[in-house]
Protein backbone atom coordinates (compact mmCIF):
# COMPACT_ATOMS: atom_id res chain seq x y z
CA UNK A 1 0.00 0.00 0.00
CA UNK A 2 1.16 3.54 -0.90
CA UNK A 3 1.82 6.39 1.88
CA UNK A 4 -1.08 8.55 0.72
CA UNK A 5 -3.23 5.38 0.88
CA UNK A 6 -2.22 5.26 4.65
CA UNK A 7 -2.76 8.81 5.27
CA UNK A 8 -5.92 8.91 3.80
CA UNK A 9 -7.36 5.90 5.90
CA UNK A 10 -6.05 7.86 9.13
CA UNK A 11 -7.61 11.22 7.55
CA UNK A 12 -10.81 9.28 7.11
CA UNK A 13 -11.56 6.73 9.51
CA UNK A 14 -14.57 7.94 12.05
CA UNK A 15 -12.74 8.09 15.39
CA UNK A 16 -12.97 11.63 16.33
CA UNK A 17 -9.34 12.27 16.96
CA UNK A 18 -6.55 12.18 14.57
CA UNK A 19 -3.30 11.99 15.43
CA UNK A 20 0.12 12.13 13.88
CA UNK A 21 2.92 10.74 14.53
CA UNK A 22 6.68 10.96 13.50
CA UNK A 23 9.23 8.38 13.00
CA UNK A 24 12.60 9.98 13.49
CA UNK A 25 16.43 8.34 13.40
CA UNK A 26 19.28 11.01 14.19
CA UNK A 27 22.84 10.22 14.32
CA UNK A 28 24.66 10.46 17.37
CA UNK A 29 28.61 10.99 18.17
CA UNK A 30 28.91 6.97 18.19
CA UNK A 31 25.35 5.49 16.99
CA UNK A 32 21.76 6.33 15.56
CA UNK A 33 18.66 6.58 17.87
CA UNK A 34 15.32 6.23 16.66
CA UNK A 35 12.38 7.82 18.10
CA UNK A 36 8.48 7.84 17.53
CA UNK A 37 6.75 10.95 18.87
CA UNK A 38 3.31 12.41 19.14
CA UNK A 39 3.44 15.66 16.71
CA UNK A 40 0.34 16.34 16.65
CA UNK A 41 -3.48 16.02 17.90
CA UNK A 42 -6.54 17.29 16.50
CA UNK A 43 -10.24 16.67 15.36
CA UNK A 44 -10.39 18.85 12.23
CA UNK A 45 -9.54 16.55 9.41
CA UNK A 46 -9.11 19.50 7.25
CA UNK A 47 -6.35 20.35 9.88
CA UNK A 48 -4.49 17.36 9.96
CA UNK A 49 -4.67 16.88 6.28
CA UNK A 50 -3.07 20.27 6.12
CA UNK A 51 -0.43 19.66 8.78
CA UNK A 52 1.04 16.09 7.84
CA UNK A 53 1.94 17.57 4.41
CA UNK A 54 3.53 20.60 5.83
CA UNK A 55 5.43 18.25 8.05
CA UNK A 56 6.23 15.52 5.78
CA UNK A 57 7.42 18.32 2.98
CA UNK A 58 9.29 20.65 5.46
CA UNK A 59 11.31 17.08 7.00
CA UNK A 60 11.68 14.67 4.00
CA UNK A 61 14.02 12.55 6.37
CA UNK A 62 10.96 11.63 8.66
CA UNK A 63 8.19 9.13 8.35
CA UNK A 64 4.95 10.34 9.03
CA UNK A 65 1.72 9.36 9.62
CA UNK A 66 -2.16 9.78 10.82
CA UNK A 67 -4.11 7.33 13.06
CA UNK A 68 -7.80 7.74 14.22
CA UNK A 69 -8.02 7.58 17.48
CA UNK A 70 -11.26 7.18 19.02
CA UNK A 71 -12.06 8.69 22.56
CA UNK A 72 -12.61 6.44 25.93
CA UNK A 73 -11.03 3.44 24.31
CA UNK A 74 -8.17 1.83 25.49
CA UNK A 75 -5.46 1.28 22.44
CA UNK A 76 -4.37 -2.25 23.30
CA UNK A 77 -7.90 -3.32 22.31
CA UNK A 78 -8.94 -2.32 19.46
CA UNK A 79 -8.36 -4.53 16.74
CA UNK A 80 -5.66 -1.99 14.69
CA UNK A 81 -3.31 -0.55 17.50
CA UNK A 82 -1.93 2.42 15.53
CA UNK A 83 2.25 2.04 15.58
CA UNK A 84 5.27 3.11 13.57
CA UNK A 85 8.13 0.54 13.66
CA UNK A 86 12.15 0.78 14.27
CA UNK A 87 14.72 -1.74 12.47
CA UNK A 88 17.71 -2.84 12.61
CA UNK A 89 18.25 -1.38 9.05
CA UNK A 90 16.86 2.03 10.02
CA UNK A 91 19.70 2.48 12.46
CA UNK A 92 22.10 0.97 10.47
Do not use: W
Not at 27 to 42: I, L, P
Amino acid sequence: MEYETFIEQGLDGEAPLKRMLCKAVKRTENDKAGAVSVVFATKDKGLAKQEIHELAVSNPCNYYMVDRVPLNVYGIGLTHYPSIAITKSDLE
